[in-house]
C-alpha cells in the first residue's frame, strides 16, 4: 500500500521561507516522477513544480521560478519543495504526487497523491 506524507507547511510572512517535504512509502520512489501542486481557497488545483524520475530535469510553474526549488532524495524516498521569498498569493495547500510516467503539469497524470500540508503567508 501506497502512503505519501506531507510535512513541513506552516504560517510565515512575506519573504520569508519554507521547505515541503513528502515521504513515500509502498512504491519504488526512484521509478516515480514527483510534482508538488497547490490549492487555494476558492480555486483549481494547479502545478508548482515537478522532477522526473531518477532525479531528472525539472520544471516550475513561471509564478514560482527562481523562488522555489524541487529536489528529491532517493535514498529517503522524500521529494523537497524548498520555498523562497515566499508571498501571499503562495497561501495555499500544498499536495506531492507520484507518476509512473514522465514528468506532467497535469494533476491526472499522477497516481498517488500526499494528504497536503498549509502554507500560509502573511503580508
Known amino acids: 500500500q501506497v502512503h505519501m506524507v506531507g510535512s513541513g507547511g506552516g504560517l510565515v510572512q512575506a519573504g520569508g521561507s519554507l521547505r515541503l517535504s513528502c515521504a513515500a512509502s509502498g512504491l519504488t520512489f526512484s521509478s516515480y516522477s514527483m510534482g508538488w501542486f497547490r490549492q487555494a481557497p476558492g480555486k483549481e488545483r494547479e502545478f508548482v513544480a515537478t522532477?522526473?524520475?531518477?532525479?531528472?530535469?525539472?520544471s516550475y510553474v513561471d509564478s514560482v521560478k527562481g523562488r522555489f526549488t524541487i529536489s528529491r532524495d532517493n535514498a529517503k524516498n522524500t521529494v523537497y519543495l524548498q520555498m523562497n521569498n515566499l508571498k501571499p498569493e503562495d497561501t495555499a495547500i500544498y499536495y506531492c504526487?507520484?507518476?509512473?510516467?514522465?514528468?506532467?503539469?497535469?494533476?491526472?497524470?499522477?497516481?498517488?497523491w500526499g494528504q497536503g500540508t498549509q502554507v500560509t503567508v502573511s503580508s
Open positions: 522532477i522526473a524520475r531518477y532525479s531528472g530535469p525539472s
Open positions: 504526487a507520484a507518476s509512473l510516467g514522465l514528468a506532467s503539469l497535469l494533476p491526472s497524470a499522477y497516481t498517488y
